[in-house]
C-alpha cells in the first residue's frame, strides 16, 4: 500500500496561486492519485484524481511527472473559503485499501 | 440528492456497551468504507467493502465489526466499545470518487 507524504502546513494569501506537492516514492503501475479537501468536522470532498501528466477541473490543476513519485495540487486564486485540510491519496482506480496520510492543512490570509 | 447518512451524528456510551453506527448511500455505489479521524493522525480506513457480504480490513480494524447485507447500507458494530474508540467516524462510498458522510461523533467513557 503506498503511503504519502506532505507538508504539514502551509500558509498563504488570497488571490495567490497554491502549490501543494505529495510524495508516494512506493507508488504502484495500477494507482491514481487523488486529492481531497476536508474542512473542520466535515467528510473530506473529492477534488481531482490524476494518473499521470496533467490534469485540470474547474477548481484545480493536478501534476504528476513521468516518475509519478510525486504530485502537486495547484490551487489557482485562493480564497479565504480554501482555508482547509488537504489530503493526497494513492490507490487503485477500481478501490480497495486507502492510505489518507495526516493531510496538509492550508491557511489563507486575507 | 445523492448522499451518505450517518446515525447517529452523535454518540456518548460507556465501557463496553455495544453499539451500532448505521451508514446508507443512494447512489448504488458497491464500494463502501469506514474511517475514524484522530487529532493529528488523519483519517484512518477500518474498513471497506467492494460489494455485498465481500468485506475486508483497513488499516485499524481491531474492535469493529462490520456487516454488508445490502448494497446501499454499511453499518459499524463496536461490540465492546473502549475509550480509546472515542472519535470521529465517517463512512464513505464510491464509484470513481469517495463521497463521504456528515461523520459520527462518538465519545466513549
Known amino acids: 500500500l503506498a503511503k504519502t507524504t506532505q507538508p504539514i502546513s502551509m500558509d498563504s494569501y488570497e488571490g495567490q496561486e497554491v502549490n501543494i506537492t505529495c510524495s508516494h516514492n512506493?507508488?504502484?503501475?495500477?494507482?491514481?492519485i487523488t486529492w481531497y479537501q476536508q474542512f473542520p468536522s466535515q467528510g473530506p470532498r473529492f477534488i481531482i484524481q490524476?494518473?499521470?501528466t496533467k490534469v485540470t477541473n474547474e477548481v484545480a490543476s493536478l501534476f504528476i511527472p513521468a516518475d509519478r513519485k510525486s504530485s502537486t495540487l495547484s490551487l489557482p486564486r485562493v480564497s479565504l473559503s480554501d482555508t482547509a485540510v488537504y489530503y493526497c491519496l494513492v490507490g487503485l482506480y477500481n478501490f480497495n485499501k486507502f492510505y489518507f496520510g495526516s493531510g496538509t492543512k492550508l491557511n489563507v490570509k486575507p | 440528492e445523492a448522499q451518505v447518512t450517518q446515525n447517529p451524528r452523535y454518540l456518548i456510551t460507556v465501557t463496553g456497551k455495544k453499539l451500532t453506527v448505521t451508514c446508507s448511500q443512494n447512489?448504488?455505489?458497491?464500494?463502501m468504507s469506514w474511517y475514524r479521524q484522530d487529532p493529528g493522525l488523519g483519517l484512518r480506513q477500518i474498513y471497506y467493502?467492494?460489494?455485498?457480504?465481500?468485506?475486508d480490513k483497513g488499516d485499524v480494524p481491531e474492535g469493529y465489526k462490520v456487516s454488508r447485507k445490502e448494497k446501499r447500507n454499511f453499518p459499524l458494530i463496536l461490540e465492546s466499545p473502549s475509550p480509546n474508540q472515542t472519535s470521529l467516524y465517517f463512512c464513505?462510498?464510491?464509484?470513481?470518487?469517495?463521497?463521504f458522510g456528515p461523520g459520527t461523533r462518538l465519545t466513549v467513557t
Open positions: 467493502s467492494m460489494n455485498v457480504e465481500v468485506t
Open positions: 490524476g494518473y499521470k
Open positions: 512506493n507508488i504502484a503501475t495500477n494507482d491514481y
Open positions: 447512489m448504488n455505489h458497491e464500494y
Open positions: 464513505a462510498s464510491a464509484s470513481y470518487e469517495q463521497y
